[in-house]
């Protein structure tokens, strides 16, 4: 036999395409991808569950008075206070959303469509600032307003930031005015 046609008969076809084990490796990779997300989903809720110690959230009076202060913004979630990434989840409180607040002498209305509303009574108030982050966002320096409060035994801090952030000035001055004035109130009663 000739070189060439020795080389002519070597010669197979290409391999033709394994779909049985190409299916086999995207299932599986499917049934990977759902079991961490179903595991992400179990320990979302297992925090809950440790958080369940937390009252319910306090639901805005039927007079509130005028408003103070109003934004329009995000509302990023809450975590425990002074730990920024202890994310609290409890009474839907780790759920970011689309968030309306509205100052007043009562306290702090946050309005959230599609997750739940609450209310921070401004005797629960203690403390507003600028900061960078809040559990899993992290913004520019003072890109977030940041309000402490009290709910049961516990400080929470929630993360806002506006659709105009040169408000957040505005909101830390106001909200830590307000809370300077009620606890002098207290001081003299």
Known sequence: MTPVLWLAAEKESAQVTDWAARIGWVVGLALFVALVYWLMREGWKWRGTLQGDLPELPTP?????PARLTMSGRYHGSTT?????DR??????????R??????DAGLDVVRPGASDFFVPAAQLREARLDKGIAGKVLTEGGLL????EHGDKLI?????SDHAAEHNEW????????????REGAER
């Open 61 to 65: 009076p039927d007079e509130t008075g």
């Open 81 to 85: 206070a002074g730990q920024w990434l």
């Open 88 to 97: 609290i989840v409890a009474h839907g409180l780790g759920t970011r959303s």
């Open 99 to 104: 968030a309306e607040l509205t100052l007043t």
């Open 146 to 149: 940041v309000v402490t409060w």
């Open 157 to 161: 801090d929630s993360g806002f930031r």
């Open 172 to 183: 830390v001055e106001a909200i830590n005015s307000m809370i300077e004035t009620n606890s």
